[in-house]
């Protein structure tokens, strides 16, 4: 098993599903990184200091991304639990003034 490329592979794959926010695929990869995580602990691996350089920045890089996601994750729940609660929406006139925005029902009409 050449364990540098399979971990390279695996932060690779980590990086383009975190930048496009497939976060379904990660748990996916989490198990694949938890099957190398065993085999580390058993094994040791014959892997360059250059690697294990290179490796530990594509991990830390990947570390912000999560720590990104995570944040607008949260900034959107609180976006949404906001405007859920709110009595009602608004907007602003191009004075500048704030005003309700109404919330008269919606009704659709079909012509057949």
Known sequence: MN???ELEDIL???QELLLSGDFQ???ALLKRKAK???WLSTHRPDV???ETRELKEKAHRNEALLDAARRGLKAAMAQ???VSKAD???TYSSSGERRPLSRAPVSITQKI
């Open 3 to 5: 364990v540098f490329k």
């Open 12 to 14: 690779r794959q980590e």
């Open 25 to 27: 695929m990660l748990e």
């Open 36 to 38: 190398l995580a065993d």
């Open 48 to 50: 360059t200091v250059e």
């Open 80 to 82: 949404l639990k906001q």
């Open 88 to 90: 009602c929406q608004t």
